[in-house]
Nanobody, 125 residues
């Protein structure tokens, strides 16, 4: 399974970015997609996740109300709309795929099967 993120970049605090995650290979509409991030010197953390089965989403408390995750099942793609960005959102953002997940959206990285290479998001203060 191929997983690729795009849409990262440099933005000022208060600005917006839209990340996309496209997958190919043996993926199905029963998968879960998760976004994680890792800042320098910090542990990787869960940001948001979505069930490709029913569109249910879950968010980390730190991004609730600012980030929105959506799916396009026809294109096997998910989009993470990030608004009101803060300096502390600066990190490498990774997309992950968990196969045959149903409505379960893991918040733990080890519960995912495939990962992308990551895309850098830098928010200047």
């Amino acid at each position: 399974v191929y997983v690729a993120e795009s849409g990262g970049g440099l933005v000022q605090a208060g600005g917006s970015l839209r990340l996309s995650c496209v997958t190919s290979g043996r993926t199905f509409n029963t998968d879960a997609r998760g976004w994680f991030r890792q800042a320098p010197g910090k542990e990787r953390e869960f940001v948001a996740g979505i069930s490709m089965y029913d569109g249910k989403t879950e968010y980390a408390d730190s991004v609730k109300g600012r980030f929105t995750l959506s799916r396009d099942t026809a294109k096997d793609t998910v989009h993470l709309q990030m608004n009101s960005l803060k300096h502390e959102d600066t990190a490498v953002y990774y997309c992950a795929v968990r196969e045959v997940s149903g409505t379960y959206i893991p918040h733990v990285g080890t519960h995912y099967d495939y990962w992308g290479q990551g895309t850098q998001v830098t928010v200047s203060s």
